[in-house]
């Protein structure tokens, strides 16, 4: 039996993908969120050290991976120095920056709701 052009176009047909699903899957890491909203609210370059304080007790590797993540999404920018010793300073660039709108509510959620979420 012969297909038509609608039922082949119906047996290729591949949903969207949810935008949803995307954005959880850049954020879904345990430290994902917290490296994010820490670069977004400080808004300034910061070195690694500075970073791996403010996010404590997170781990160096652990940053190291999230950093390169974002980095490669074009979320943060890495800016080396050619000094010595090498300095090496992170920042969130202008897209990173536009996910304030989608973080923040969440934190003022949290904020408000934590305290009610079972254990």
Do not use: D
Request: net charge positive; hydrophobic share 45%; with cysteine.
């Amino acid at each position: 039996m012969a297909k038509t052009a609608a039922q082949a176009a119906e047996n290729n047909f591949v949903p969207p993908v949810c935008p949803m699903t995307s954005f959880v899957n850049l954020i879904a890491g345990k430290w994902a969120i917290p490296v994010l909203y820490r670069l977004i609210v400080l808004n300034a370059p910061l070195r690694f050290g500075e970073l791996l304080r403010a996010i404590a007790p997170i781990t160096q590797k652990e940053l190291t991976r999230q950093l390169r993540l974002f980095e490669q999404r074009g979320l943060v920018s890495r800016r080396v120095y050619p000094e010595i010793p090498p300095r090496v300073e992170y920042q969130i660039t202008e897209l990173g920056l536009s996910m304030r709108e989608a973080l923040q509510p969440l934190a003022e959620w949290m904020n408000h709701n934590g305290h009610r979420l079972k254990r």
